[in-house]
């Protein structure tokens, strides 16, 4: 049973270079807020197998792309399906927790997400366009994303990447949710500046979208980010589904938005623990 202060191993790599964003300002940020209620100590991913026995739970923030460390996060995960541990978030998520199949999946099951294929033989189901988005299936953080014609799609097409078309969008906008409760969003207005962020106020539809990615994922407790892309025809389209480790960009909200999303993220860890 959890001690009267819970202990938590809080996973961050304080030292990841993020492109446009500082994860050590935000999880100082976070741990200095939860220690009110928390006996909390910092620990980077690889550390987290040898450290995690010693504590009530493993609450993973911003451990940045798990490529930077996959034989420790497997050892980690292998330990914690074994042992029963606690982790927020738990690790049963279907999105980015476990690779990009999603994508496939949701645009085969005729979820409003770009159109993704990973055969030659599938190339046909993409709607036409000028330029394709080739990533891996293990990517994360743009790492391996290339900008491709149509013409050298079946030579990179082998089973190891997803193939999108290149989406003209007006902009990008994220829905951040605490267990299954909307927070807040954030939108780009230039999408050649995808992390210089700004509030944004979601319609009924907007978090009607959201939340149907929320729902599917089925995840009871943690953080999940809902990344969507404005098209040019008006609709919104699921760029990814962020339920392991999503950057929060909780500097581009005011101070009385912070504070409510830090004491719903309280709020959900105390639920978590008392489960």
């Given at each position: ?17 993020a492109r446009g964003r500082r994860y050590c300002d935000e999880d100082i940020h976070l741990t200095a807020r939860l220690r009110e209620d928390f006996d909390l100590a910092l620990c980077h991913p690889r550390d987290v197998r040898a450290l995690m026995d010693a504590f009530d739970a493993v609450v993973v923030r911003n451990s940045g ?211």
């Amino acid at each position: 049973m959890p001690s009267a202060r819970p202990r938590l191993l809080y996973v961050t790599d304080l030292a990841y270079p993020a492109r446009g964003r500082r994860y050590c300002d935000e999880d100082i940020h976070l741990t200095a807020r939860l220690r009110e209620d928390f006996d909390l100590a910092l620990c980077h991913p690889r550390d987290v197998r040898a450290l995690m026995d010693a504590f009530d739970a493993v609450v993973v923030r911003n451990s940045g792309p798990v490529l930077g460390y996959q034989d420790a996060h497997e050892a980690f995960r292998a330990h914690a399906v074994r042992t029963g541990a606690r982790v927020y978030n738990p690790l049963t998520g279907h999105a980015d927790m476990a690779g990009k199949q999603y994508l496939l999946d949701l645009t085969v099951a005729g979820f409003p997400v770009i159109p993704t294929v990973d055969s030659a033989a599938d190339l046909h189901r993409l709607p036409p366009a000028e330029r394709y988005v080739v990533k891996p299936r293990l990517g994360a953080d743009s790492i391996g994303l290339r900008v491709v014609s149509a013409g050298e799609l079946p030579a990179l097409t082998d089973g190891t990447v997803l193939v999108q078309p290149r989406v003209d969008f007006a902009y990008e906008v994220s829905f951040y949710f605490v267990d299954h409760d909307f927070q807040y969003a954030l939108y780009a207005p230039d999408p050649d500046r995808r992390w210089r962020l700004q509030p944004y106020e979601p319609t009924p539809d907007d978090l009607e979208f959201a939340r149907r990615f929320i729902d599917w994922n089925g995840i009871g407790y943690g953080i999940q980010r809902v990344d969507a892309c404005r098209a040019q025809g008006g609709e919104l389209l699921l760029v990814e589904l962020e339920d392991l480790n999503p950057y929060l960009s909780l500097d581009a909200l005011p101070e009385a938005g912070r504070d409510a999303f830090v004491e719903a993220f309280r709020a959900s860890l105390r639920r978590f623990l008392a489960v």
